[in-house]
T-cell receptor, first 110, second 116 residues
Framework: SQQGEEDPQALSIQEGENATMNCSYKTSINNLQWYRQNSGRGLVHLILIRSNEREKHSGRLRVTLDTSKKSSSLLITASRAADTASYFC??????????FGSGTRLLVRP | KAGVTQTPRYLIKTRGQQVTLSCSPISGHRSVSWYQQTPGQGLQFLFE???????NKGNFPGRFSGRQFSNSRSEMNVSTLELGDSALYLC???????????????FGEGSWLTVV
């Protein structure tokens, strides 16, 4: 069963705008990871945030984690058409087993 | 450094047949896990192997099995295929990162299985 839900399920924005995706989960976690998946392809690791961290940056990506609310957000700034993909959050309580959210489908219009 | 490699990328099987999928992890990674992705159920954990031992298992029937070899390469097998087994099967590998209590988990491109 999936750990949680992602919101929104689908997001359509104009190139250059920012995209924000949210992820909620149900149980305590060790870490939370975000992945990108282009249509029909594998998962590309974007960023990992530990349970004792609140915010992390990587290039145009900003991830926040609120363990009290059991939620995380992924912000992509200055979006590009190449950012069009599905984005998943995944949590782990014990190492090596990820529980995925349902994903957000992002469409960036040129 | 080469990524996680999965073969074959695409295959079509008939109901009742069996299938074997292969995964080569990133060099130095000893943990290999498998996931099934379907439109209806999303991404679900199948099992995880470390040093040739299955450490974690998801909620799948016994038709789904796997193994890991001494070189960390892994295979998963699905016997008596059903139409509902049509999915993208993803392999992932990880190595324990001593800098923190967690692992970055890297995925391969997946194997697309269609059961007809």
């Amino acid at each position: 069963s999936q750990q949680g839900e992602e919101d929104p399920q689908a997001l359509s924005i104009q190139e250059g705008e920012n995209a924000t995706m949210n992820c909620s989960y149900k149980t305590s976690i060790n870490n939370l990871q975000w992945y990108r998946q282009n249509s029909g392809r594998g998962l590309v690791h974007l960023i990992l945030i530990r349970s004792n961290e609140r915010e992390k940056h990587s290039g145009r990506l900003r991830v926040t984690l609120d363990t009290s609310k059991k939620s995380s957000s992924l912000l992509i700034t200055a979006s590009r058409a190449a950012d069009t993909a599905s984005y998943f959050c995944a949590t782990d309580r014990s190492s090596y087993k990820l529980i995925f959210g349902s994903g957000t489908r992002l469409l960036v219009r040129p | 450094k080469a990524g996680v490699t999965q073969t074959p990328r695409y295959l079509i099987k008939t109901r009742g047949q069996q299938v074997t999928l292969s995964c080569s992890p990133i060099s130095g990674h000893r943990s290999v896990s498998w996931y099934q992705q379907t439109p209806g159920q999303g991404l679900q954990f199948l099992f995880e192997y470390f040093s040739e031992t299955q450490r974690n298992k998801g909620n799948f029937p016994g038709r789904f099995s796997g193994r890991q070899f001494s070189n960390s390469r892994s295979e998963m097998n699905v016997s008596t295929l059903e139409l509902g087994d049509s999915a993208l099967y993803l392999c992932a590998s990880s190595a324990f990162d001593s800098s923190f209590s967690g692992n970055t988990i890297y995925f391969g491109e997946g194997s697309w299985l269609t059961v007809v």
